[in-house]
């Protein structure tokens, strides 16, 4: 527990240190305070992630590492091994990713999985600290459909940690409440504009369910670009009540009439992402400015 209180002092120091700057000089959302409503909501996800379900996120990936040991995968972990680490690597990432991005449509599309995805969706601002606003049930198994490529083949990603810290730092970036122009880094790790977009108050959601490796939109064709300038659109989930920490632990295991159409709304196959006006509403336009 140490540890985990010593991460969580660090993270409240150096976290806030980095993105309140980029937040105040680059603003998504000029009028947004930073003492905006649900600020201790959020901020007590941020604890219960570093002081308890990061660690049931990792002991699970153990076990689910161990149970995979013992199936049929000798052949095909063999044929990885015989490959450069390099390309160990490159497959596991870019399968992980492929794999995240379809268990994040199914969020979205499955009811009683979008019932916890949506304790995420369910911040009206979007900031660094709204980054931890995740029901813990949906993040092990987001780590998971990430995870399980890697250990299915045996990829040992020790010496990608440092992908891991990075792709960590910046699923926190991409929900400040930051624009910047990032060029090809849009594509290959992210954006705030992009993720944003994702969390348009909406039931059905089409667009931008890669947070971290926006390629996979593209391939898929769910890449959505929002116009320039102010972000103006709403975002949370539509008619649902503002809730505290305990109550959206608990949301999920109650199925309301209310969420019961939400869950029936989240269960729309999904269509093209080519004609984003006819899918999503369409946001109030400002004069552009651009940073320069």
């Known amino acids: 527990m140490k540890g985990q209180l010593v991460a969580l002092a660090t993270g409240l120091v150096m976290l806030p240190?980095?993105?309140?700057?980029?937040?105040?000089?680059?603003?998504?959302?000029?009028?947004?305070?930073?003492?905006?409503?649900r600020l201790l909501?959020?901020?007590?996800?941020?604890?219960?992630?570093?002081?308890?379900?990061?660690?049931?996120a990792l002991f699970t990936l153990q076990h689910v590492a161990r149970a995979l040991d013992h199936t049929g995968l000798g052949a095909l972990r063999s044929t990885v091994a015989a490959l450069p680490f390099a390309a160990q690597a490159a497959l596991a990432v870019l399968l992980g990713d492929v794999s995240v991005y379809w268990f994040h449509v199914a969020c979205h599309r499955?009811?009683?999985?979008?019932?916890f995805h949506a304790v995420h969706h369910s911040a009206r601002h979007l900031d660094w600290l709204a980054a931890h606003r995740e029901h813990p049930v949906d993040g092990i198994l987001t780590q998971l459909a990430i995870n399980l490529p890697a250990m299915a083949?045996?990829?040992?990603?020790?010496?990608?940690?440092?992908?891991?810290?990075?792709?960590?730092?910046?699923?926190?970036?991409?929900?400040?409440?930051?624009?910047?122009?990032?060029?090809?880094?849009?594509?290959l790790l992210g954006a705030p504009?992009?993720?944003?977009?994702?969390?348009?108050?909406?039931?059905?959601?089409?667009?931008?369910?890669a947070n971290l490796a926006p390629w996979t939109d593209l391939l898929f064709g769910t890449w959505?670009?929002?116009?320039?300038?102010?972000?103006?659109?709403?975002?949370g989930v539509a008619d649902e009540p503002e809730r505290g920490y305990l109550a959206h632990l608990l949301a999920?295991?109650?199925?309301?009439?209310?969420?019961?159409?939400?869950?029936?709304?989240?269960?729309?196959?999904?269509?093209?992402?080519?004609?984003?006006?006819?899918?999503?509403?369409?946001p109030r336009r400002r004069p552009s400015r651009r940073l320069r």
């Open 17 to 37: 240190a980095v993105f309140w700057p980029l937040e105040r000089l680059f603003p998504a959302r000029r009028g947004q305070r930073w003492l905006r409503p």
């Open 153 to 187: 083949l045996g990829v040992d990603l020790t010496l990608l940690s440092w992908l891991v810290a990075l792709r960590g730092v910046w699923a926190i970036f991409i929900h400040a409440n930051v624009r910047l122009p990032l060029g090809p880094l849009r594509v």
């Open 252 to 282: 999920p295991f109650i199925v309301s009439t209310s969420r019961r159409g939400a869950a029936g709304a989240a269960a729309t196959p999904l269509r093209s992402a080519r004609s984003p006006r006819r899918a999503c509403p369409r």
């Open 110 to 115: 499955v009811p009683w999985l979008w019932r």
């Open 224 to 235: 959505h670009l929002p116009p320039e300038g102010d972000e103006t659109w709403a975002l």
């Open 41 to 56: 909501t959020d901020l007590a996800f941020m604890a219960g992630q570093y002081l308890v379900f990061s660690a049931v």
């Open 193 to 209: 504009e992009l993720h944003h977009w994702h969390h348009l108050a909406t039931r059905d959601t089409r667009h931008n369910f």
